[in-house]
């Protein structure tokens, strides 16, 4: 069974873990807690609030699915990312800070480890999806800015996140690699 890791279990983690949970061996990591806001837009229930979103997702999936997952708790830094990310068949980076996003890519590219990186605008209306090999890290708009926490997107991040689902699927199967770029009009292929 292929070891797969998912970084970020929010609007776009939460719901590609909830697609990818037939496809290997997973391993969530977030540091953050579920709050009021993150129930409209995220794989998250109202009953989870002030719980850690990697530990309440841990929970859901033995509960709803019976699949025992494994849970990280930390915040992935450059100093730690060794030791939560390890060496996995693939590492899905879904976080929404550019610190994180250059600890994972900095990891897979010192492990040769494959990484898609997957991230949505903060008003949730773009999304790349990404291969390392093509991936530049951006800063979020604004340090702290409020991302996709209305719900008014959650069709289009079930989209973005089923189509990362199949982007591993395919890799996982017969090494295809593809990255995409989304809006609510379409995808447009990258590569």
Known sequence: ??????VG????????????RNLG???????????????????????GKGQNKAQAIQRAF??????????NTNRVTKDNASVILGTPDVIIDCTDNLEARNAIAAHVRSHGIPCLHGALAADGAFARIVWDEHFTGDAEGVPGQATCEDGEN??????????M???????????????????????????
């Not at 061996?25 to 009953?47: G, P, R, W, Y």
């Open 62 to 71: 033995q509960g709803l699915f019976g699949i025992k997952l494994e849970a």
């Open 9 to 20: 279990v929010g609007a776009l983690g939460s719901h590609l873990a909830l697609f990818a």
């Open 165 to 191: 689902a199949v982007v591993i699927q395919r890799f996982l199967r017969n090494g295809y690699k593809q990255s995409f770029q989304m809006s609510h009009a379409g995808a447009i292929r990258l590569a």
């Open 1 to 6: 069974m292929k070891k797969i890791v998912i």
């Open 154 to 163: 959650l069709p289009f991040h079930g989209l973005v996140a089923a189509q």
């Open 25 to 47: 061996d997973l391993k969530v990591c977030d540091f953050d807690k579920i709050e009021s806001k993150n129930v409209l837009s995220q794989f998250h229930t109202a009953m």
